[in-house]
């Protein structure tokens, strides 16, 4: 877990290619995102593409910490590998270099530097953006699917916004929550399903680019009909609550 690693500078995974298969790494994850709010580096590695030079040779020749520090996870020294450095290479460091706008890295290593005299070295905070970004692009992904939703088309009535974007406190891994008034067929209701499942790829693609959160999708749709409404059935009663009440969308203006 998170909590066993947290005091580590950086961590790497390693994804070896079996036959067409390539095992997932954690980016994305929120495993992830708590290694970058922690300031801990992170580099997936995989070896087996083309333009990779990989030195296995003194990863595996090494000798095994990890028996030695750990023995509860002894039984792991086949999977993982905890190498002395300064041990193995006679007091030298793994260096690594790293350029994101290259997509690039490089692990090297050599001697220990030392900081000058009188000069501290300052270790750069991590980027994080202002909560109020991620509610604010939810909310207008969520009116951009409004202007876009024909009404006629999918037999809708009224679009809404609940949840977090609603109240603005929607972060990076938060869904956006729509509540539809449907009044329409069984093929609308599927052409509708269809329509917002793409949606809902489009923009968690987007947030995963943005953020390194990966989702199948960022819609939450709920569907309530005039049966729903006169019953205050589920969600249903958010539509005029008069507390935590839907937003409505205004949807796309008939031609």
């Known amino acids: ?17 079996r036959g067409n298969y390539v095992p ?23 070896p087996d593409e083309p333009e990779i030079v990989f030195n296995q040779r003194w990863l595996r020749g090494s000798p095994n910490e990890l ?13 993982v590998r905890l190498i002395d ?8 460091v793994l260096r690594v270099l790293m350029n994101a706008d290259l997509d690039e890295a490089i692990g090297m290593l050599a001697e ?26 939810r909310l207008r992904m969520a009116e951009r699917i409004a202007e ?5 088309r999918f037999g809708v009535k009224h679009l809404y916004l609940i949840g ?12 956006i929550d729509l509540l539809v008034h ?6 609308q209701r599927e052409t509708l399903r269809v329509w917002l499942e793409g949606w809902s790829r489009c923009i968690g693609e987007m947030n995963y680019l943005h953020t390194g959160y990966k989702s199948d999708g960022l819609l939450d749709v709920q569907i309530i009909t005039d049966e729903d409404i006169a019953r205050k059935n589920s969600y249903a009663v958010k539509i005029g609550a008069v507390t935590d009440a839907a937003r409505e969308l205004p949807l796309k203006k008939a031609p």
């Open 1 to 17: 877990t998170y909590s066993d690693i947290n005091n580590t500078a950086m961590l790497i995974e390693i994804a070896r290619k």
């Open 148 to 152: 876009q939703m024909d009404a006629a």
């Open 67 to 79: 028996a030695t520090v750990a023995p509860e996870f002894g039984h792991l020294a086949d999977v």
């Open 164 to 175: 977090s974007t609603k109240n603005a406190t929607a972060g990076p891994a938060s869904d």
């Open 112 to 137: 220990p530097g030392e900081a000058e005299p009188g000069r501290s070295v300052q270790r750069p905070e991590p980027v994080t953006e202002p909560a109020e970004d991620h509610w604010r692009w």
């Open 24 to 46: 997932d790494l954690s980016f994305g994850t929120h495993f992830f995102q708590d290694l970058v709010e922690a300031s801990i580096r992170y580099l997936p590695l995989y």
């Open 85 to 92: 450095v300064a041990q193995t290479t006679g007091g030298l």
């Open 182 to 187: 449907f009044a329409g067929s069984g093929e």
